[in-house]
């Protein structure tokens, strides 16, 4: 049974960094697509970067490029997500997710495995 669970989140400043972590467990992941994503309050849970384990290629969301950056550990079996220049509209509960197969670019409909979600909230 694959099992995410995510840390990291809590409060920051606008401009602030954050960096989130996701621990996989249960299965191998070297042909496991790893993802975050992440729902603000009332709107829809959009995509926010994903990245192949077995060769690291990573693909993120226009709006986070540049400030985002995903990142996998081998030997710790996580996939981190590491935040910088903060702003509000980042405020949102993240998710880590699992799919075995596909590409980088697939549509979050076709992820199987989520974690819990951890809260992030920039304050302006």
């Known amino acids: 049974q694959v099992q995410l669970v995510e840390s990291g989140g809590g409060l920051v400043q606008t401009g602030g960094s954050l960096r989130l972590s996701c621990a996989a467990s249960?299965?191998?992941?070297?042909?496991?697509?790893m993802g975050w994503f992440r729902q603000a309050p009332g709107k829809e849970r959009e995509f926010v970067a994903a990245?192949?384990?077995?060769?690291?290629?990573?693909y993120y969301a226009d709006s986070m490029r540049g400030r985002f950056t995903i990142s996998r550990d081998n030997a710790k079996n996580t996939v981190d997500l590491q935040m910088i220049s903060l702003k509000p509209e980042d405020t949102a509960v993240y998710y880590c997710?699992?799919?075995?197969?596909?590409?980088?670019?697939?549509?979050?409909?076709?992820?199987?495995?989520w974690g819990q979600g951890t809260q992030v909230t920039v304050s302006s």
């Open positions: 997710a699992a799919k075995e197969g596909g590409t980088i670019v697939d549509p979050i409909r076709t992820y199987d495995y």
């Open positions: 249960g299965r191998t992941f070297s042909s496991y697509i």
């Open positions: 990245i192949k384990w077995s060769s690291g290629a990573k």
